[in-house]
Every structure is written in C-alpha cells, then in structure tokens.
C-alpha cells in the first residue's frame, strides 16, 4: 500500500518543519514540506494529502499573539480546504505554534460532540506562561486512555520538551472544560512523574515547573470532537529516538524494547506519529 | 491618512493574569529591590491607513485583540476607562519606538492587517506602530517615574511617555502618537577635495566617521593625482581628481579594521628585552594562523574551504559538510543590548547562509563577557549597568535564535570588572550542506561568471545601520552615534533562509554572501572579485524610506539581506520562488570582468574605482610591540588563615556562588536548545537536567547517530599574567570540553575569535606597545597549541578596539580569545556527560595537577574579598600540547566505546570545583582524596587551574578495562560516588572538605537567578 502522503506546512517562522517531516517519514509516512502560501494560492490541494501537520515555530513571530497571524491566514484562506479535510475523515496535529495555529482558527477545540465539524469559531486560547519566560525544560505527560483522539492511542506516559512561552490553556468558564472533559477531549496533561502511571492526571493545578506554563487543569494538549485534530504543547517529535532524551547517558531513557526503524534507540514521541500513519491505512 | 489607535490590555478574572506586568513588577525586585504592587500592561497600535475607523472597529478582534483572554477598545486610552481600570494608578508610562526604528510588531500588525482587508488597496506609506503602557499600583515612595520609565526604555531608539502620580489624579493619561518620520532630502553626490592638509585629511577621517589613518588618506589622496586614473574616470562621466563622497566612503568600509583586519595583516617589531628578541612579523595572520592551516590542509582530505568564505567548512561524512563561524556584536551591544546583541546573532546565521552555495544554520553559540551583575561602583557616562545589557543581551540573542529557529547548544558567560567599559558579545552559528547539489555543483564553492545578475534579497536599506564597520573600529565614546544601531527582524530572515535554501536545491544560486559590515558596497564588492568587476545601479535598490543618498545607500548595514547571484535565464523561476515566499528580492548589478566596481544611480557613474584598489590598494600597518611580563602582587595561600574546620568547605560554597563558576540555568534554559530535534547532550545535564553541560552534541540527520560536536574555551584573566597563556588554555578548555563528549579529536576544527583592546601606541594609548606584545605571544601560542593538537583554525574574526574613553577614565577589557571547536563525533548513542550516573562508580582524575594558582578563580575572589593580596603567580601552562593530545585521544575513544559515560573538563576552580559540579548533576555525594595527585600545594590540588585534566566517572565493572585503556597515560583514582548526602574531599588523613550537596547545588544556583521567581 502507498505511504500516507503528509503535508507538513512551513513558511513564516514555522521552524519544527524539518523533523516533523522526518518523524512522519521514520513511520512510514511520505511527508512533504509545503509552504502554506502554496495551498493559499491554490497552487497545491490539501486534497492530494491524507494527513496535516502543522509543526511549531514562530509563526509571524508571534507577534499579536502566538498563532494568530497564521491562524488568520488559514482561517479566512483554506476554510473550505480545512473543512472539507476533517469530514473526509482525514487526520490534523499542530505542535506547540501549530496547536496554538489550530486554536485560534477554531479548528480545536471545535463545536461540540453534537455538531463535531469545524466551524472556524475560536473558543479557547493559549497565553503567556505565568513565569512569564519563555523556556525549554523536559516535563511529563500522561494521556486519556479514553480520548477519541486518534493520534494518542495506546500511549499512557512520555516525557518530552516544551519550548515556548505561550502555553497557558485557558477557556473561558469551567463549563466549557466540562464539556470537553465529558467528550474526553483534554486528551494530554502535565503530570508529576513520581505519581504511578495512569494516576497523574489532576484538575488541580500542578506547581511550576511540573506544569511548565499555568496551563488550567494542567492540559499539555486537546483534540476536538472528531479525535481527528489533535494539538498539543510540548514536542514529541524531539524525542523520536531516546539519544534525544536527557536521561540517555544514564542509560535510563524510556521508549520501546525494540522498533522496525530504530531497533532498541526508539523514543517515545514517535508512536504518535505512528498512530495516524497507521490510522489512516487501517481506513482507507 | 488618518490613524487609528487600538488598545488590549489582559482580561481580569480568575485564573488570569497581565504576565508583561508582573514581569516588570518582577525585575524592579530583582534588579532594584524594589516592591511594587502591580503593575498592568496596555499594548497599542497605531494604524495609519485609509480603512475607516469603523470598518478597523468591527474587527479588531481579528487581529489586534484575542476575544478569549483580552479586552480591546478603539481610539480610547484604557487608562481613562474607570470600567477597565477602576482604581487610579501612580504612574503610568507608554514607550513607543522612535521615527525609522524596526518596529517588528507593528510590521506583523501591517501584514495581519492586509490579511483582513485583502481587496483594500493599501496606500504606499500605510502601516502600523506598536507602543506599551504600563499602569504601576501601590509604587514605594520615593521612585521617580522618570527613573522607572528610564528602566523600561533605551532612548537610543524608543521615546517614553510619563504621567506621574498627579497627572494620575487628574487624568492626564500618556498618549504616544504615531512616530512619523521627517522627509529627507537627496543629497546628489559630492566631489570630496582631498587636495588639502595632512590635518586636514585626518579631521576628514574623523568628522565623516571614516576611521582612516593620515598613511591611508594620503594612499587615497594620490591614487586620484594619477593620470591614467583620471583618464578612464572622464571616459564615464565621473569627476576626475577627486573622490566622490560614494567612493571615500566605500574605500573606509572596506578599508575599515573591522573589514581589512588591518592590525592582524601588520608588519610588527616585536621586542622582547626579558629574552633579547629583536624580530619582525610580517602579518600575525598569515604567519600565526592561516599558514599552520594551509599545512594542516595538505595532510587531510576534509578541510574543504578555510578563511576566504563566510564560515570554514569541513567535510563531515560523504554526503554532508558542516561549516561554523563567530563573530562579535561588541559596540553596538554596548549602545543599545537588545538590539545589538539580536543583530549579532541573526547576523552570523547569515554568514552560514553565505557560505559555499548557502549552508542551512543548524545550532547556535553565545558567550557573553559582561561587568558583575552586582555591580555597586560608579558608572562611566553613557553606560548602562551590567546587570541590564546581561538582560538586554539575553533577550536579543533569546528572540534572535528562538524565532530562527536555531538551537542554541553551547556557550558561556564571563564576568569581570573590565567588560563594564564594552561587553564582548560572541555569537557563533553552524551549517550544514549537502557536499553535492542536485546538479552536481560542490556546494562549497561558488560558481560566478561576468554576465550574472545580482539580486539583494529580504530586507529594505534604511538609514539604520550606517557606519557599523567604521564604527565598530573606533573605541566608544559618550558621543557614539545611534545610526549604528539596528533591531533584527527574525522573521524577514527565516522567510529569506527558507526562499534561498530552496533556490539553492534548485540550482538557482551561482554566488552568495551576506550583507553585514560595509553593506552593499562589501558585498556586492567582495563578490565582484571573482568576476573582477561588476556594473550596480543603486536607483534600483529598495529602501525603508525614500531620500537616501547615493553613498548611504551603499554602505547601510541594514539588517536580513543577502546579496546573491542568478545567471539570467533562472531569473525568473528566481522571481517566483522569491514571491512564493513573500521576500523582496530585487536585481541590483551585474556582474563584469571590466576590472571595476562600477556604481551608478541610474544613468549617472558615482562610484568607479578598480577592484584591484579597492581590495589590496590599503597600505600596510607598521607597528610596535614590546613584551614585558606583568607582575601583580602574588597570590599567597599559605598566609591565610583559614577556620580549621569549615575552612575549606566554606570556600567551595562561596566558589560556587561566584558569578563565573555559578549556575546560568535560568538564562540558559530560555533559549530553545533542542529545535530541530538533534540535540543529543544539552546545556544542562543530570538527573534533574540542571548540572553542567561541557560541550553540546548534536544527531543532526534524522535517524542517523552520526554526531557532531560544540564546544567553547575562553579565559581573558589569564591575560593579567600572560596572554599566551590565556590563549593556550583558552584552546586546551575548548578541545577538552569537546573531548569529554567523545569527539574524534583527528576531525575537528577551531574558530579564533580575538577581543582585543587598543593595541596600536598612540596618545590614546600610551600602552599600546605591550597590547600588541600580548596579541602576539598570544597568537604564538595559538599556533604552537594548535600545531600541538592537528587542530586547524577555519574560520576567525577580530575585535581590536574594545575600550571605553580616553586618558584617566579609559577602561580597556582584558584580553580576550574566544575558542570554538566543532568536529565528529562518530556515534551519539556513546557520549558522557558530567553528572555523576550512581553510587559505586569510581571517580579518576585524569591530567596532572601542578603548582599553578596564578589568576586562578580562587585568587580573584580572595583578592577581591580582601583576604588575599593579589593574583599574581604562576598561570596555568601547557609546556606538552603534543603529549596532552594523546591523553585527549585515548579518552575520547574510551567514550566512543561506551566504557565511559561521566567525564567533566576540570578548569576554573580546579578539582574541587569539578567533582561538585559532578555531585550536583548526580545528586549524589563522593569520596575524594586528592593525596596521589602530586607533590604541589593543598591549594593547587585542590582549587589550581592546571590544563590538560578531567574527572571521569567509571563504572566498577569497567574499571579494569578503563586502566588498561588508559596505560601510560597519567591517571589517578580519587575515589568512590557514595550513597550519602555530603562529598568530601580529604588530603590523605586531613578532611579538608565535608558539604552536603543540596548545599552546593543552593549555592551554585542561587546567584545568577535574576528572574525574580515565577510567583
């Protein structure tokens, strides 16, 4: 069967593009890098791809807000493009400036489990960390083993890097993380790695830098109705093989026994892209 | 045009928070101490455009204000709006950028802007401006809102308006307006008489910021009284005996010392009355530095392109080499922190960008020498104090690296008392590039004929950025001038880097080179010289604002462009990619083999001199230097007396604190190191990732463990004894940092990067003999160690006027050579870091501790406290360099191997210092004795700075191999990582010290963390 043909956007200040690019190809993907102003001017389709990526960075330099510019690019530009992807089924991540890109569209959260597909209305934001610093520090994550989220399948605790300074989730009232906690949508969160893996998730807000940004109820990442669009923070492409991750000398970096790519020096990023590899081949 | 003002300010409520504003309220406490209440953030814009007010109103929660977390209003100032802000404040203060400054928010604004109203036709000079008001509640008495709003602005560049705390009361809101600039007016060119005095022409050099000396106006001065001369200028057009301001301007940019490096190119008479040496050195450059590399270059196959390129580029496997360079950001990081240092940064990821056929930035440096953060004495005129260029600094290389895209992987920071007067700002780039492009071309060379068109890319010419070169070349003074100052724009440049990267796979590019020192008139020239000659047509080329005249034109230094070369039938498909990615990419020249830099504006010559002249036509220096050896008061231990218990153990806590061993952690740690996803060793490494990294290594082709190594050596104290001494450990440090990550020692190369002060015997500078002596036994030394080692320096760059003012009040910096090192490291899987990986493991020194305490960092803090009396004494040595390296080789393919994993360079503050560090990133306690390291001192084994060593950490089930691995080199066990709290250092029977680890690592962090906390 053909690779899942990914685009992975750059352009403007997107700068994860190259490793995205690679991860997605490491699983089995046949990613493309292609400016977005190749899909604004309609020179390229988003139909001719099966997955999207849109990989972090600093899009416009964040200024006015992180992911807005871009954001507003995609929103007014491939609004059709974008809906007409998600109700064909077709997977979308956004990493860190991407999430922050996905929020500010809309596409993430999204409407509601009633009317799941995109309506380009932002509902929730990503703003400065409380610390007020930028920071590139190593945190770990634990999943809802009950999200619809299909990008997350299986995977219940990785450790990863969050690089930025706007990652603070924020919504309006509580209500509307009810909702989504109900959907199961609060699909990643910061946990504390001394609690037993598949009890660190808490409402609570954890303290710095175990949530590296204040984010409320800890959220590391969320994915809308479909479990389609999944964004999140931090950065599981930069641990795609455990060389990359800090504990390496140690000889305790965690990841699989063994992988058909990189033998026993996989990461624990990579399943992630894997998951929409495999998704979209178990479905076409 | 009408301007609309919009205003956002952070929604209240639970859970939310105006972080811009606890930010400052945080600093005036860290900084300051001082104690405000809280302060609130405004952001503005000021939106010169003709879309109504209305049309602008209706969505403004498109663009300027996010609906979630933000309130917004349109044409009302927040501050008067008692809904928003109930309670008054006690002062408030807006600061806005000045007319013609980089406003990289406003530019953002514009482009989001257009992207809302996309069938308006936006008028010509529409655009936006960006402001911030801050609102101070519950200020302590006493705090002048002059003085505040003197902390939040450089008035170099940005203007702050005030209402104190009556303005407050009655409402008189600050309300910055739109910062229009005045039109100017084009100056046609000038004929420049030169037919005048000798004083005359050096009071020309000096008022028009030419930084020429009288021996180089008079070579000028004569080559226009030569006939042929005059005659081929009359057959174009152009005044005949007489310069024209265009081309007196472009001789002193490419003239300049920064360009020409003209006190490394000099004839020096070097005496030295201690030895009786009478010599003369014809060019330190060529002797010292690129002649050991041209021989090196004759014995290996992967040096590819040393010195004539913008960065030296090495082959790194079959399919890939890698390139580095460093360069300097001194003097206008001095004038304006931020903007200097941004400049700095994205500046040498610019000369990757112009290596070979363009090589892709892939990691980043930064070292920073600044005055003590602390810092409680006077302040020079015109200074700011340490503790805000180190932040200005910081935030400029953070935006410039961060919104690149470049992790930054290695660095370091150095403080001293001298740097106050200017601080050395050292940023350094790596590149990578395919050896091979699609069409078959090395990539590492450029491929200009006559006949191509020259293209300037991404950025517009502006007033900004004129005479950096000259500049940079003149010591600092209360009048230095703010044209030398410029804001970087990262994102014109990633939009640039991505364009030209992708024409580069095209096979679009013949020749490229970056815009820096010098502009258009260095670029465009240097490039000319393969060709021999090129025709520019300055009319055509881009500017921020229109008036500027022809010779500034030429020589700006603004900032994001590239000057590139495209044979004319891939113009178009050039043009196209260039409006793909939305950069201004504009033909300028062409180029010729006419023989001459041929400028026009439009159909007028105003520039015509021979590419011959202009490159090789300045005379060389003549200089002398005499060496005598410094003679500080000593440094004498042994006469202090110390508690008998704590004694020791005090020490190391007080070592930790100091700001040249003391964590950097919270500074580093907002740097992205880890985009790209290649950074195998980080800045900080160990259990909980805050101990010490010694080199950074990068996996840089995806799924691949093939590595490469970063690392850096820099030790300007020294020089207070001798600079060849600080130049031989400067590079011993660089390459044993880069051995503790196992690199292959017979594949690396080194960049020097010199920071001198003054060195030429003058009024000014009546020492100038003996700096020149340091810069040569330095550069001796260089070539003595580096010879030593088989490590070819590729790449350099020099700094030679670093000093502050004149006479009594001059203040020059100490010496000092920056040494980088990049090289293989074969397999990233077997690397070490410094962290000590568990109890059991048996802790070696290996190297040799001598008697060496001279400028040592323990004497410099008890001379400083007052308990010792100086610093002098014998300085750290490398008398062996050829026997240090195989030492170096035997231990790095013990890492390579995997039979290491904890390895440390032990340098500043000696093996106590070391083994704390390896307890801190382990958070775990040792055992050490340093009885067997030597017949020196307790002192010198303990705290002494001799070269050459590490502390290695091994496995007890290694232990045996590691010995026999190591046989014949000199190694000694010093003891056992334990399971306790507390490392402890003993003399045989003597404990000398016993300190708790979550002591030292309280020690070693707490002094440099200037955040302020995150509550």
Same mark, same amino acid.
């Given at each position: 069967?053909?690779?899942?043909?990914?685009?992975?956007?750059?352009?403007?200040?997107?700068?994860?593009?190259?490793?995205?690019?690679?991860?997605?190809?490491?699983?089995?993907?046949?990613?493309?890098?292609?400016?977005?102003?190749?899909?604004?001017?309609?020179?390229?389709?988003?139909?001719?791809?099966?997955?999207?990526?849109?990989?972090?960075?600093?899009?416009?330099?964040?200024?006015?807000?992180?992911?807005?510019?871009?954001?507003?690019?995609?929103?007014?530009?491939?609004?059709?493009?974008?809906?007409?992807?998600?109700?064909?089924?077709?997977?979308?991540?956004?990493?860190?400036?991407?999430? +922050?890109?996905?929020?500010?569209?809309?596409?993430?959260?999204?409407?509601?489990?009633?009317?799941?597909?995109?309506?380009?209305?932002?509902?929730?934001?990503?703003?400065?960390?409380?610390?007020?610093?930028?920071?590139?520090?190593?945190? *770990?994550?634990?999943?809802?083993?009950?999200?619809?989220?299909?990008?997350?399948?299986?995977?219940?605790?990785?450790?990863?890097?969050?690089?930025?300074?706007?990652?603070?989730?924020?919504?309006?009232?509580?209500?509307?993380?009810?909702?989504?906690?109900?959907?199961? +949508?609060? *699909?990643?969160?910061?946990?504390?790695?001394?609690?037993?893996?598949?009890?660190?998730? *808490?409402?609570?807000?954890?303290?710095?830098?175990?949530?590296?940004?204040?984010?409320?109820?800890?959220?590391?990442?969320?994915?809308?109705?479909?479990?389609?669009?999944?964004?999140?923070?931090?950065?599981?492409?930069?641990?795609?093989?455990?060389?990359?991750?800090?504990?390496?000398?140690?000889?305790?970096?965690?990841?699989?026994?063994?992988?058909?790519?990189?033998?026993?020096?996989?990461?624990?990023?990579? +399943?992630?892209?894997?998951?929409?590899?495999?998704?979209?081949?178990?479905?076409? | 045009?009408?301007?609309?003002?919009?205003?956002?300010?952070?929604?209240?409520?639970?859970?939310?928070?105006?972080?811009?504003?606890?930010?400052?309220?945080?600093?005036?406490?860290?900084?300051?101490?001082?104690?405000?209440?809280?302060?609130?953030?405004?952001?503005?814009?000021?939106?010169?455009?003709?879309?109504?007010?209305?049309?602008?109103?209706?969505?403004?929660?498109?663009?300027?204000?996010?609906?979630?977390?933000?309130?917004?209003?349109?044409?009302?100032?927040?501050?008067?709006?008692?809904?928003?802000?109930?309670?008054?404040?006690?002062?408030?203060?807006?600061?806005?950028?000045?007319?013609?400054?980089?406003?990289?928010?406003?530019?953002?604004?514009?482009?989001?802007?257009?992207?809302?109203?996309? $069938?308006?036709? $936006?008028?010509?000079?529409?655009?936006?401006?960006?402001?911030?008001?801050?609102?101070?509640?519950?200020?302590?008495?006493?705090?002048?809102?002059?003085?505040?709003?003197?902390?939040?602005?450089?008035?170099?560049?940005?203007?702050?308006?005030?209402?104190?705390?009556?303005?407050?009361?009655?409402?008189?809101?600050?309300?910055?307006?739109?910062?229009?600039?005045?039109?100017?007016?084009?100056?046609?060119?000038?004929?420049?008489?030169?037919?005048?005095?000798?004083?005359?022409?050096?009071?020309?050099? #000096?008022?028009?910021?030419?930084?020429?000396?009288?021996?180089?106006?008079?070579?000028?001065?004569?080559?226009?009284?030569?006939?042929?001369?005059?005659?081929?200028?009359?057959?174009?057009?152009?005044?005949?005996?007489?310069?024209?301001?265009?081309?007196?301007?472009?001789?002193?940019?490419?003239?300049?010392?920064?360009?020409?490096?003209?006190?490394?190119?000099?004839?020096?008479?070097?005496?030295?009355?201690?030895?009786?040496?009478?010599?003369?050195?014809?060019?330190?450059?060529?002797?010292?530095?690129?002649?050991?590399?041209?021989?090196?270059?004759?014995?290996?196959?992967?040096?590819?392109?040393?010195?004539?390129?913008?960065?030296?580029?090495?082959?790194?496997?079959?399919?890939?080499?890698?390139?580095?360079?460093?360069?300097?950001?001194?003097?206008?990081?001095?004038? /304006?922190?931020?903007?200097?240092?941004?400049?700095?940064?994205?500046?040498?990821?610019?000369?990757?960008?112009?290596?070979?056929?363009?090589?892709?930035?892939?990691?980043?440096?930064?070292?920073?020498?600044?005055?003590?953060?602390?810092?409680?004495?006077?302040?020079?005129?015109?200074?700011?104090?340490?503790?805000?260029?180190?932040?200005?600094?910081?935030?400029?290389?953070?935006?410039?690296?961060?919104?690149?895209?470049?992790?930054?992987?290695?660095?370091?920071?150095?403080?001293?008392?001298?740097?106050?007067?200017?601080?050395?700002?050292?940023?350094?780039?790596?590149?990578?590039?395919?050896?091979?492009?699609?069409?078959?071309?090395?990539?590492?060379?450029?491929?200009?004929?006559?006949?191509?068109?020259?293209?300037?890319?991404?950025?517009?010419?502006?007033?900004?950025?004129?005479?950096?070169?000259?500049?940079?070349?003149?010591?600092?003074?209360?009048?230095?001038?703010?044209?030398?100052?410029?804001?970087?724009?990262?994102?014109?440049?990633?939009?640039?880097?991505?364009?030209?990267?992708?024409?580069?796979?095209?096979?679009?590019?013949?020749?490229?080179?970056?815009?820096?020192?010098?502009?258009?008139?260095?670029?465009?020239?240097?490039?000319?010289?393969?060709?021999?000659?090129?025709?520019?047509?300055?009319?055509?080329?881009?500017?921020?604002?229109?008036?500027?005249?022809?010779?500034?034109?030429?020589?700006?230094?603004?900032?994001?462009?590239?000057?590139?070369?495209?044979?004319? #039938?891939?113009?178009?498909?050039?043009?196209?990619?260039?409006?793909?990615?939305?950069?201004?990419?504009?033909?300028?020249?062409?180029?010729?083999?006419?023989?001459?830099?041929?400028?026009?504006?439009?159909?007028?010559?105003?520039?015509?001199?021979?590419?011959?002249?202009?490159?090789?036509?300045?005379?060389?220096?003549?200089?002398?230097?005499?060496?005598?050896?410094?003679?500080?008061?000593?440094?004498?231990?042994?006469?202090?007396?110390?508690?008998?218990?704590?004694?020791?153990?005090?020490?190391?806590?007080?070592?930790?604190?100091?700001?040249?061993?003391?964590?950097?952690?919270?500074?580093?740690?907002?740097?992205?190191?880890?985009?790209?996803?290649?950074?195998?060793?980080?800045?900080?490494?160990?259990?909980?990732?805050?101990?010490?990294?010694?080199?950074?290594?990068?996996?840089?082709?995806?799924?691949?463990?093939?590595?490469?190594?970063?690392?850096?050596?820099?030790?300007?104290?020294?020089?207070?004894?001798?600079?060849?001494?600080?130049?031989?450990?400067?590079?011993? #440090?660089?390459?044993?940092?880069?051995?503790?990550?196992?690199?292959?020692?017979?594949?690396?190369?080194?960049?020097?990067?010199?920071?001198?002060?003054?060195?030429?015997?003058?009024?000014?500078?009546?020492?100038?003999?003996?700096?020149?002596?340091?810069?040569?036994?330095?550069?001796?030394?260089?070539?003595?160690?580096?010879?030593?080692?088989?490590?070819?320096?590729?790449?350099?760059?020099?700094?030679?006027?670093?000093?502050?003012?004149?006479?009594?009040?001059?203040?020059?910096?100490?010496?000092?050579?920056?040494?980088?090192?990049?090289?293989?490291?074969?397999?990233?899987?077997?690397?070490?870091?410094?962290?000590?990986?568990?109890?059991?493991?048996?802790?070696?020194?290996?190297?040799?501790?001598?008697?060496?305490?001279?400028?040592?960092?323990?004497?410099?803090?008890?001379?400083?406290?007052?308990?010792?009396?100086?610093?002098?004494?014998?300085?750290?040595?490398?008398?062996?360099?050829?026997?240090?390296?195989?030492?170096?080789?035997?231990?790095?393919?013990?890492?390579?191997?995997?039979?290491?994993?904890?390895?440390?360079?032990?340098?500043?503050?000696?093996?106590?210092?070391?083994?704390?560090?390896?307890?801190?990133?382990?958070?775990?306690?040792?055992?050490? /004795?340093?009885?067997?390291?030597?017949?020196?001192?307790?002192?010198?084994?303990?705290?002494?700075?001799?070269?050459?060593?590490?502390?290695?950490?091994?496995?007890?089930?290694?232990?045996?191999?590691?010995?026999?691995?190591?046989?014949? $080199?000199?190694?000694?066990?010093?003891?056992?990582?334990?399971?306790?709290?507390?490392?402890?250092?003993?003399?045989?029977?003597?404990?000398?010290?016993?300190?708790?680890?979550?002591?030292?690592?309280?020690?070693?962090?707490?002094?440099? /963390?200037?955040?302020?906390?995150?509550?």
């Amino acid at each position: 069967m053909a690779a899942p043909k990914v685009a992975v956007l750059f352009g403007f200040g997107i700068n994860c593009d190259h490793e995205t690019a690679a991860v997605f190809n490491l699983v089995g993907g046949d990613a493309e890098r292609v400016h977005v102003n190749n899909f604004v001017s309609g020179n390229r389709s988003l139909d001719d791809f099966e997955i999207l990526a849109v990989p972090g960075g600093f899009s416009f330099g964040d200024h006015l807000g992180s992911g807005r510019l871009m954001g507003n690019r995609m929103r007014f530009a491939l609004r059709d493009q974008l809906h007409a992807f998600v109700a064909a089924g077709k997977p979308i991540i956004g990493i860190c400036n991407g999430f +922050q890109v996905l929020v500010k569209t809309g596409l993430l959260p999204g409407p509601s489990a009633q009317t799941p597909l995109p309506d380009f209305v932002q509902r929730a934001s990503l703003t400065l960390n409380d610390s007020g610093r930028y920071e590139d520090r190593w945190v *770990t994550l634990e999943f809802d083993a009950e999200s619809p989220c299909i990008w997350t399948k299986g995977i219940e605790r990785i450790d990863c890097p969050v690089r930025h300074g706007e990652g603070k989730f924020v919504m309006p009232s509580t209500t509307d993380f009810d909702a989504l906690a109900a959907n199961n +949508q609060l *699909t990643v969160r910061y946990v504390d790695p001394s609690t037993p893996v598949g009890k660190g998730m *808490t409402d609570r807000p954890l303290p710095f830098p175990l949530s590296p940004n204040g984010s409320m109820r800890n959220i590391a990442g969320i994915c809308d109705a479909t479990g389609l669009v999944f964004g999140l923070m931090p950065h599981p492409e930069a641990v795609y093989a455990k060389w990359l991750h800090p504990d390496h000398t140690r000889n305790t970096a965690p990841g699989p026994l063994t992988s058909d790519v990189l033998g026993e020096w996989e990461g624990e990023g990579l +399943q992630i892209f894997r998951n929409a590899v495999e998704y979209v081949l178990g479905n076409r | 045009m009408a301007v609309t003002r919009v205003e956002v300010t952070p929604k209240q409520g639970e859970g939310m928070r105006d972080v811009r504003g606890d930010v400052v309220r945080r600093q005036l406490m860290a900084d300051h101490n001082i104690k405000v209440e809280e302060v609130r953030s405004i952001n503005g814009f000021l939106i010169k455009s003709n879309i109504s007010k209305a049309e602008i109103t209706e969505r403004v929660n498109d663009l300027f204000s996010d609906p979630i977390i933000e309130d917004v209003l349109t044409d009302t100032l927040f501050l008067s709006s008692s809904e928003h802000f109930p309670t008054t404040p006690a002062a408030a203060i807006t600061i806005g950028f000045k007319p013609g400054v980089t406003d990289n928010p406003g530019s953002a604004a514009f482009d989001g802007f257009k992207t809302i109203f996309p $069938h308006h036709d $936006h008028q010509r000079d529409a655009s936006i401006s960006t402001y911030h008001t801050y609102a101070f509640f519950g200020l302590p008495e006493g705090v002048s809102t002059e003085w505040l709003a003197s902390t939040l602005h450089n008035n170099l560049i940005q203007r702050a308006v005030i209402t104190d705390a009556n303005g407050c009361s009655n409402g008189q809101w600050p309300a910055i307006d739109y910062p229009e600039k005045p039109p100017q007016i084009l100056t046609p060119p000038q004929r420049m008489n030169l037919e005048i005095s000798d004083e005359e022409l050096l009071s020309l050099s #000096e008022t028009g910021l030419l930084a020429l000396n009288l021996e180089e106006m008079q070579t000028i001065q004569s080559h226009y009284r030569d006939e042929a001369i005059r005659q081929s200028r009359a057959a174009v057009g152009i005044v005949t005996d007489a310069p024209t301001d265009v081309e007196l301007e472009c001789l002193a940019q490419t003239w300049s010392e920064h360009c020409k490096h003209k006190i490394f190119a000099s004839k020096i008479h070097h005496i030295d009355p201690e030895t009786g040496e009478d010599s003369v050195i014809d060019s330190i450059f060529k002797t010292h530095i690129m002649k050991p590399t041209h021989d090196m270059q004759k014995e290996v196959d992967w040096l590819l392109s040393v010195f004539h390129d913008n960065s030296g580029v090495i082959a790194w496997d079959d399919d890939w080499s890698v390139c580095m360079k460093a360069e300097t950001h001194n003097s206008p990081s001095a004038l /304006d922190p931020y903007g200097g240092a941004m400049t700095g940064i994205v500046g040498v990821n610019r000369d990757i960008l112009g290596t070979g056929l363009g090589a892709r930035p892939i990691a980043n440096t930064d070292v920073f020498c600044f005055g003590p953060p602390n810092w409680e004495g006077e302040l020079p005129d015109n200074l700011f104090h340490p503790s805000r260029v180190f932040r200005g600094v910081h935030a400029g290389v953070r935006v410039g690296g961060n919104e690149s895209g470049i992790p930054t992987v290695n660095g370091a920071i150095v403080f001293d008392d001298r740097y106050i007067g200017k601080p050395l700002v050292y940023c350094g780039t790596v590149g990578i590039m395919p050896r091979k492009l699609p069409d078959g071309r090395e990539s590492h060379i450029k491929t200009p004929t006559a006949g191509d068109i020259v293209y300037m890319v991404g950025g517009r010419v502006g007033y900004d950025g004129i005479h950096g070169a000259t500049f940079s070349s003149l010591e600092l003074t209360e009048e230095s001038p703010s044209s030398a100052v410029q804001i970087g724009d990262p994102i014109t440049q990633k939009k640039m880097l991505d364009m030209v990267l992708e024409a580069r796979d095209a096979g679009l590019i013949s020749c490229i080179t970056d815009n820096g020192a010098g502009g258009l008139s260095s670029s465009i020239g240097e490039m000319a010289t393969y060709t021999d000659g090129c025709e520019i047509d300055l009319a055509k080329v881009p500017l921020k604002q229109p008036g500027l005249s022809a010779w500034e034109i030429l020589v700006s230094e603004s900032q994001e462009r590239m000057t590139i070369a495209v044979k004319p #039938e891939d113009c178009a498909a050039f043009d196209a990619m260039a409006q793909l990615h939305e950069v201004e990419a504009t033909p300028v020249a062409t180029f010729t083999n006419t023989g001459m830099f041929h400028v026009k504006y439009e159909e007028e010559t105003v520039a015509y001199l021979s590419i011959e002249f202009l490159h090789d036509g300045v005379p060389q220096l003549q200089l002398e230097s005499e060496w005598h050896t410094p003679t500080p008061e000593l440094f004498t231990p042994e006469t202090i007396s110390l508690p008998e218990k704590a004694g020791h153990s005090n020490l190391l806590l007080r070592m930790l604190a100091q700001p040249n061993i003391a964590s950097k952690e919270s500074w580093v740690r907002q740097y992205d190191h880890e985009v790209i996803a290649q950074t195998v060793i980080k800045p900080f490494v160990g259990v909980e990732r805050d101990g010490p990294g010694d080199a950074g290594v990068i996996a840089p082709i995806h799924g691949d463990p093939h590595g490469l190594v970063i690392s850096c050596g820099i030790a300007p104290r020294y020089s207070d004894l001798d600079a060849g001494a600080m130049a031989a450990a400067s590079i011993d #440090e660089a390459v044993r940092n880069a051995v503790c990550a196992g690199i292959n020692v017979d594949k690396m190369a080194g960049l020097d990067n010199f920071c001198w002060p003054d060195s030429i015997e003058s009024v000014k500078t009546p020492d100038g003999k003996f700096k020149l002596a340091q810069l040569v036994r330095a550069n001796r030394e260089l070539e003595r160690v580096c010879r030593a080692y088989r490590l070819p320096c590729v790449s350099g760059k020099d700094s030679m006027k670093n000093d502050y003012g004149t006479g009594e009040k001059k203040i020059s910096i100490p010496p000092t050579l920056l040494y980088s090192v990049f090289g293989d490291q074969p397999d990233v899987r077997f690397t070490a870091t410094s962290d000590f990986k568990n109890p059991g493991e048996k802790v070696y020194l290996v190297g040799i501790s001598k008697e060496e305490l001279g400028a040592s960092e323990i004497s410099f803090m008890l001379r400083d406290s007052g308990e010792a009396n100086g610093i002098g004494g014998q300085v750290p040595l490398l008398p062996n360099p050829e026997i240090n390296i195989t030492t170096y080789r035997a231990l790095s393919t013990a890492i390579q191997s995997g039979l290491i994993r904890t390895a440390h360079d032990c340098s500043e503050g000696g093996v106590a210092v070391a083994a704390a560090e390896m307890c801190i990133g382990g958070r775990v306690g040792a055992n050490i /004795d340093i009885d067997g390291t030597g017949d020196a001192s307790v002192w010198s084994r303990l705290w002494g700075e001799s070269l050459g060593r590490f502390l290695v950490g091994v496995q007890p089930e290694n232990e045996d191999a590691f010995i026999k691995w190591m046989a014949g $080199h000199p190694i000694t066990i010093l003891g056992t990582v334990t399971e306790s709290e507390n490392l402890t250092i003993s003399d045989g029977y003597d404990v000398l010290i016993d300190v708790e680890t979550n002591s030292m690592v309280e020690a070693w962090q707490k002094t440099l /963390d200037m955040t302020g906390g995150v509550a």
